[in-house]
């Protein structure tokens, strides 16, 4: 009798500490949504294997009892934390990082811990959307009972699996649901979430209704997460809207728009390295290569097909400008009044400044023109002539007397520093003749500006061309190239109609053209070794006429 005794008091105990187990674990769950998706299994579709999140520190694994270290993948960690922080997070990745396995857990994690919660997921199609919301019922069926808040599954109804939605409904009457959807036009307009996620949002036909839908659900209080490799580009048209692939616009523009972006390459992978990319990746095309396993941003965008310049040195030039800590400074915009203009920064000035006027330095401002209504962009590139940098870069639509404004101004501001405080060079491309309206009133002064007294005067031979030259490129001459001048540089690319080579369609070249002459300023100008010197003509130049003042 006494034996039975000790038994069932050794079992009573036992129960105890299980419930108090099961205790800690459910207060846990309902402090970080990590805790439960540690619980969940998720099974490989390749090879039938399981496998888990590796989401908790040491400290918190001791706290719920489940023992053991951070694995190679609790980087996964650091996303969840950021997405539960930020309002839209957008997620650049190669393939096979997990990051969809990671989204659907947290989706289901917030929708089972927090009752009357609405998840939104959008794939490429339906049979895409299907794929996800099994992932996720996989994981809520591997789910311990015990953790499973009181609440009765709605849907699927009479045990079957789910197609598109899963359902939970709570004591209090409040409902839960996921629910997955094709890209299509409509999907989900109309609908309130907590948290939407945009599947391969690169891949969507509909990418840009997709984030129509998802704008009003993040303003009113969710979050949105962005996840995609690299599928093509995108520009901006006559009217400033985005065209090409939506994705990678939301990618360029993610700064301004409040966007946290993340660069998520092929080897953050923790079991991919050097080896592994020369045996496996190496199989694919390059293009399929760069977009499926990138190596850098720039590399899954585009790939190297077509491109003019050589792209491993566009990318060595990237990966310095990011190892360097560079960026921009701020941007610039200028007000003017009569005989006078106020500097301002503001986040959509059309000055980009990367380095501030240095006082001994001589500058020189390249301009490339656009009539402000076409699908062209004025653009200029600001050269130190001492150094080869390009220390501010313009980029707008705007008529031709603000461009000429703009470089009236800002090449006042950086002569200021130059020797004998004079003004920067500005060399003004008059090819197409959008340049001439530009120059007119740097020339002879208008709305009280004096007129401009140190412009660029070209004298062209009989064999004598002018095109953007990839030698600078090629043997790395450029000091830094900016993210901004990159990213055209990558599309300005081989063409089989001419001219061959231009911006590829759907694209601009406005920066390649202006950054072009603006290492011809350089070459000419610069204080460097090779610079050439001109043979100066006995003639003053105030005499002579500009070409289109010739008579013929």
């Not at 034996?3 to 187990?21: G, K, S």
Request: aromatic share 12%.
């Amino acid at each position: 009798m006494a034996i039975v005794q000790a038994e069932n008091y050794d079992l009573a105990e036992l129960a105890e500490r299980e419930l108090a187990l099961r205790e800690i674990r459910l207060r846990a769950i309902r402090r970080h949504p990590a805790f439960l998706m540690q619980f969940m299994r998720c099974v490989d579709a390749k090879t039938g294997e399981n496998f888990d999140f590796d989401l908790l520190t040491a400290a918190e694994r001791a706290e719920v009892q489940l023992g053991g270290i951070p694995g190679k993948w609790f980087w996964h960690r650091t996303l969840l934390d950021d997405w539960l922080l930020n309002e839209v997070s957008l997620e650049y990745k190669a393939r096979q990082l997990g990051i969809t396995w990671l989204a659907a857990g947290f989706g289901l994690a917030l929708a089972l811990t927090e009752p009357g919660t609405r998840i939104l997921i959008i794939s490429i199609n339906l049979t895409e959307a299907q794929k996800v919301i099994a992932r996720v019922w996989s994981m809520y069926q591997s789910i311990p009972k015990y953790l499973v808040p009181e609440a009765l599954l709605t849907k699927p109804s009479r045990g079957g699996a789910p197609s598109q939605e899963i359902e939970w409904t709570f004591p209090d009457t409040r409902v839960s649901s996921i629910l997955a959807l094709p890209s299509t036009a409509a999907a989900g307009h109309g609908e309130t979430a907590r948290l939407v996620i945009l599947d391969e949002h690169a891949r969507q036909e509909f990418a840009r209704a997709s984030w129509k839908a998802a704008f009003p659900i993040i303003d009113g209080g969710g979050t949105a997460i962005i996840i995609s490799t690299a599928n093509g580009i995108s520009s901006e048209d006559s009217e400033g809207e985005a065209q090409g692939n939506f994705f990678h616009y939301l990618w360029v523009n993610a700064s301004s728009m409040g966007i946290v972006r993340r660069f998520l390459g092929v080897f953050t992978h923790p079991d991919r390295d050097e080896a592994w990319y020369e045996e496996k990746a190496r199989r694919l095309p390059p293009s399929d290569r760069a977009e499926q396993y990138p190596r850098t941003p720039e590399e899954g965008f585009i790939g190297t097909g077509g491109c003019w310049f050589d792209l491993e040195k566009l990318n060595a030039y990237q990966d310095r400008w990011r190892a360097d800590g560079r960026d921009l400074l701020y941007r610039v915009h200028w007000e003017e009044t009569y005989k006078a203009a106020k500097r301002f920064t503001h986040k959509h000035g059309e000055w980009r400044v990367y380095e501030e006027p240095r006082s001994g330095h001589d500058y020189a401002i390249a301009a490339d023109c656009a009539t402000g209504s076409g699908d062209d962009f004025s653009a200029a590139h600001l050269i130190d002539l001492g150094t080869g940098r390009w220390v501010a870069e313009y980029h707008a639509k705007v008529g031709e007397e603000v461009f000429a404004k703009d470089l009236y101004y800002m090449g006042k501001w950086y002569g200021a520093s130059g020797p004998c405080a004079r003004d920067a060079l500005i060399a003004v491309e008059t090819q197409g003749g959008y340049g001439r309206a530009v120059i007119i009133p740097l020339r002879d002064g208008v709305k009280g500006r004096k007129p401009y007294t140190r412009l660029y005067r070209h004298y062209t031979g009989p064999a004598e061309t002018i095109r953007p030259d990839e030698q600078w490129i090629r043997e790395e001459l450029c000091p830094w190239i900016t993210p901004d001048t990159d990213a055209e540089l990558r599309t300005f690319a081989k063409r089989k109609t001419r001219p061959s080579p231009r911006a590829l369609e759907g694209c601009n070249d406005d920066r390649v053209v202006s950054a072009g002459i603006s290492l011809e300023l350089y070459r000419v100008y610069g204080h460097h070794p090779n610079r050439r010197r001109r043979r100066r003509r006995p003639s003053r130049w105030q005499n002579q006429q500009y070409p289109w003042e010739r008579q013929e």
